[in-house]
């Protein structure tokens, strides 16, 4: 198993930043891709960016710019730095780790609240 702990939510006000982070600690060898989704009140839960272990992104578009993933393998961390934040990038955040087999492992999530 992979347990996955994320820290670092709150409330910004607009154009504020925030960085979250994901630790990942249990049986994490051969973990492939971590990323971050999020969840608003009432929409699907939707990738936010992801990357592999050898460091290649994938953004959504909506951050792109705004937001930089990254991650450190001796530490089994990933973080995500949110910058120029908006409204409309409040949701519940959750961090996810991908393993060799495919099998996928979520946080419990962490509340991010941008006040306009």
């Known amino acids: 198993q992979v347990q996955l702990v994320e820290s670092g939510g709150g409330l910004v006000q607009a154009g504020g930043s925030l960085r979250l982070s994901c630790a990942a600690s249990?049986?994490?060898?051969?973990?492939?891709?971590m990323g971050w989704y999020r969840q608003a009140p009432a929409q699907q839960r939707e990738l936010v960016a992801s990357i592999t272990r050898s460091g290649r992104t994938n953004y959504a578009d909506s951050v792109k710019g705004r937001f930089t993933i990254s991650r450190d393998n001796a530490k089994n961390t990933v973080y995500l730095q949110m910058n120029s934040m908006k409204p409309e990038d409040t949701a519940v955040y959750y961090c996810n780790a991908v393993r060799w087999d495919d099998r996928a492992f979520w946080g419990q999530g962490t509340q991010v609240t941008v006040s306009s």
């Open positions: 249990g049986i994490i060898l051969g973990i492939n891709n």
